[in-house]
Nanobody, 122 residues
Framework: QVQVVESGGGLVQAGGSLRLSCTASGNIFSVNVMGWYRQAPGKQRELVAVITSGGGTNYADSLKGRFTISRDTAKNTVYLQMNSLNPEDTAVYYC????????????????WGQGTQVTVSS
């Protein structure tokens, strides 16, 4: 079994900051790309940022400069530092991880967490 669990969401005032964490655990041989997505009420899920096992990153253009993704490879954990938050950032934030479960299988499967709510008040 593999689990992907997010934490760190909550309620914050506009202009504030939050740091989200996400850890993959269980039957894991290696983790490749990890990422954050978000889904606001009535909208489609959208990319926030992704990071490769080598540390390469990609961000949604609209979030560059305010959000920073990082990871601790040894802990299979990815972080999202969110600064200068505004009410438009209110959403459920989801983490995913591309995981290889065994040495004998070279296939990576994408696992998603359950999401963590971020609410930004004006």
């Amino acid at each position: 079994q593999v689990q992907v669990v997010e934490s760190g969401g909550g309620l914050v005032q506009a202009g504030g900051s939050l740091r989200l964490s996400c850890t993959a655990s269980g039957n894991i041989f290696s983790v490749n790309v990890m990422g954050w997505y978000r889904q606001a009420p009535g909208k489609q899920r959208e990319l926030v940022a992704v990071i490769t096992s080598g540390g390469g990153t990609n961000y949604a253009d609209s979030l560059k400069g305010r959000f920073t993704i990082s990871r601790d490879t040894a802990k299979n954990t990815v972080y999202l530092q969110m600064n200068s938050l505004n009410p438009e950032d209110t959403a459920v934030y989801y983490c995913n991880a591309d995981i290889r479960r065994s040495y004998s299988s070279t296939t990576y499967y994408r696992y998603w967490g359950q999401g963590t709510q971020v609410t930004v008040s004006s």
